[in-house]
């Protein structure tokens, strides 16, 4: 996600849900092709397995952005058809591509020409007042004929006018029948639900109708979340939070050694204790001292300290 997630944030993550297929940030393949590749391509080998998704509607150009995250090391490659914003619409990328299958289809079929690893789709089910089943399948069509055989669908419609980034992943209705309806029509593509999940019961609810889930916001802003799932779905003894956060320590270090501030590996750590006891303390004393010089694991642990106080002796 845009400005929220980082190489920081999924090593955070993957800790928390070592079973989970993790996703970057959009990144414009002009960005990956032109700019600092070591800045926007940064990613930890525990990430795996990771996604590098791109947004751009130039084929040549996402080939070759695509070839560069393959040799990275990102395990998939996906393509932006999802992102209403206005700058995302000027530079004719992201969800107005919904209106393009056929330009879509050439990005894909070049970039599965230009890489090894899967190229997959993230999409809306149209855009603005499209509300037409036959139309959303014949751009998924169109698109898998060139090769892409799975689809994350954001299950509602972005509405390119009027509505901000922020209220179009909330005010255009989800429609989580369309995406089970091509899972049931399509079944030899994989399609991955997102939009408004929020529990492990609406997560696990989908697997009866699709091959996966996506959780966004619910994922950042409450993570404990991500590891419930993981183990709700693939087994395995749940940690306590406290104790899933002291084995982010040898990175933590390893990362202040390096000369990282804190503030830039906490920041994404805050929702941890999340509805918890102390978990408002936790983050305060997270988000008020990481930025200070010097700050370092000792912190961290005052934090952790903050959500379990110590008990007392009745008389
Ligand atoms: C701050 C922010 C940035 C986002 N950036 C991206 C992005 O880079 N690529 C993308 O496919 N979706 C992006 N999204 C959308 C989410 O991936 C997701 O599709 C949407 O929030 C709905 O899912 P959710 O209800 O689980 O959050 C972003 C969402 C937020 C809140």
Not at 10 to 34: D, G, I, K, Q, S
Not at 230 to 247: C, I, K, M, P, Y
Not at 249 to 256: A, G, I, K, M, N
């Amino acid at each position: 996600m845009m400005d929220w997630t980082d190489t920081h944030c999924r090593v955070f993550h993957r800790l928390l849900a070592p079973h989970a297929r993790l996703y970057t940030e959009m990144v414009h393949a002009n960005a990956v092709v032109l700019g600092d590749r070591d800045r926007l391509l940064a990613m930890d080998p525990v990430e795996h397995p990771v996604a590098l998704q791109l947004g751009g509607s130039e084929p040549a150009l996402l080939a070759q952005a695509a070839r560069i995250g393959a040799e990275r090391g990102f395990d998939e490659i996906n393509l932006n058809v999802g992102c209403p914003s206005d700058r995302v619409q000027a530079g004719r990328f992201g969800a107005c591509l919904m209106r393009e299958p056929a330009l879509v289809a050439d990005s894909i079929a070049a970039m599965i020409a230009a890489c090894t690893v899967p190229v997959t789709v993230k999409c809306r089910l149209g855009v603005d007042d499209d509300h037409d089943y036959g139309r959303f399948l014949a751009f998924i069509d169109t698109v898998a004929q060139a090769g892409c055989r799975a689809f994350v669908v954001h299950a509602r419609n972005a509405w390119l006018k009027g509505l901000s980034p922020k209220e179009n992943r909330e005010v255009p209705p989800l429609r989580y029948d369309w995406a089970y309806a091509l899972k049931r029509e399509r079944p030899a593509l994989a399609v991955i639900v997102n939009g408004g999940i929020v529990t492990e019961a609406e997560a696990m609810a989908h697997l009866a109708h699709a091959d996966g889930a996506m959780l966004g916001r619910a994922a950042y802003h409450d993570p404990y979340l991500l590891h419930r799932l993981d183990v709700a779905w693939f087994g395995g003894e749940l940690r306590t939070r406290a104790d899933l956060l002291r084995s982010m320590r040898p990175y933590v270090e390893t990362q202040l050694a390096q000369g990282k501030a804190l503030k830039h590996i906490t920041r994404h750590i805050l929702g941890l204790f999340h509805g918890q006891p102390g978990g408002r303390a936790f983050r305060q004393i997270l988000s008020e001292g990481a930025h200070r010089d010097g700050a370092d694991w000792t912190l961290v642990e005052r934090a952790i300290a903050a959500t379990s106080p110590p008990s007392r002796i009745a008389a």
